[in-house]
């Protein structure tokens, strides 16, 4: 019995892969004890082949993987070695943007845009209508290009505080008031009142926070009115303090 147990074994594990071979071995036993032992043994090894094969593949996929990693690794390396000026460049604005740091505290951050504009109304204006925009034609100071002669508007290029000034000289025998405008809203209103024979001036500064692309100009608001040219009336700005943050917390 021992003998033909062991003759069994070896022969199972000669065919174990054969499923013809073990089929045949197994009908010709005639213990049914011991199909079911060898049915099972049979069956173990089967599932421990079909877990070969898969750790195979999962081993292959990480080979794969670990090749891809040396490989990103390898150019990055590369990239590094082969431009260190790279490197170099990003130092210098990385450490300006330390909230504490005394370089906050500098007006002249390297990250800011410069922009700075002063125009003037060359000549008088006449039959300006409700709405209508002085157009101070004669730029004296475009830095940054932010201010449109044509449509007598600045043009936020960044976001930030910035300031304005605005001067406006009246005709005589004119009432007249302008509004400052942020994006066609009110923010605030000059009046003047030139009596017959006389002028009359009226200036004002403001500050304002800006988001990029928001528009300021100064607005007429009595229908058909005039103003006085010959660079008596003026508009001017500049960027007090860029601001990088959430462009949420807007003031006026
Ligand atoms: C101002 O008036 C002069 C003379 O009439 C004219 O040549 C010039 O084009 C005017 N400028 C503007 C900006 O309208
Ligand atoms: C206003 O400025 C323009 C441009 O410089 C100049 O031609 C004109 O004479 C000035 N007008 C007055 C009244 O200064």
């Given at each position: 019995?021992?003998?033909?147990?062991?003759?069994?074994?070896?022969?199972?594990?000669?065919?174990?892969?054969?499923?013809?071979?073990?089929?045949?071995?197994?009908?010709?036993?005639?213990?049914?004890?011991?199909?079911?032992?060898?049915?099972?043994?049979?069956?173990?090894?089967?599932?421990?082949?079909?877990?070969?094969?898969?750790?195979?593949?999962?081993?292959?996929?990480?080979?794969?993987?670990?090749?891809?990693?040396?490989?990103?690794l390898n150019s990055i390396n590369k990239d590094c070695d082969l431009k260190p000026a790279t490197k170099q460049v990003l130092k210098p604005p990385m450490k300006q943007l330390k909230p504490d740091g005394v370089e906050r505290k500098s007006r002249q951050n390297e990250l800011e845009h410069p922009v700075a504009?002063?125009?003037?109304?060359?000549?008088?204006?006449?039959?300006?209508?409700?709405?209508?925009?002085?157009?101070?034609?004669?730029?004296?100071?475009?830095?940054?290009?932010?201010?449109?002669?044509?449509?007598?508007?600045?043009?936020?290029?960044?976001?930030?505080?910035?300031?304005?000034s605005v001067t406006l000289f009246a005709m005589p025998g004119h009432t007249t008031a302008y509004n400052v405008m942020k994006n066609d809203v009110f923010i605030s209103r000059m009046y003047l009142k030139a009596p017959s024979g006389n002028y009359e001036t009226a200036a004002q500064t403001f500050i304002l926070q800006l988001d990029k692309g928001d528009d300021v100009n100064v607005q007429n608001v009595s229908p058909d009115e005039a103003i006085h040219g010959y660079n008596y009336s003026t508009f001017s700005g500049f960027l007090l303090q860029q601001t990088f943050g959430n462009p949420a917390a807007v003031i006026g």
């Open positions: 019995m021992t003998f033909t147990i062991l003759v069994l074994f070896v022969n199972v594990f000669v065919f174990a892969n054969q499923v013809e071979a073990k089929k045949e071995l197994l009908s010709g036993l005639e213990s049914s004890d011991l199909r079911e032992i060898l049915e099972d043994i049979f069956n173990r090894l089967d599932e421990k082949d079909r877990e070969l094969v898969e750790y195979g593949r999962v081993n292959a996929l990480q080979q794969q993987r670990i090749q891809e990693l040396e490989n990103q504009f002063y125009a003037t109304l060359t000549n008088h204006t006449f039959h300006i209508g409700t709405g209508q925009p002085i157009i101070f034609d004669r730029v004296v100071t475009n830095v940054g290009q932010a201010y449109n002669h044509v449509l007598g508007a600045f043009i936020a290029p960044v976001s930030g505080v910035y300031v304005f």
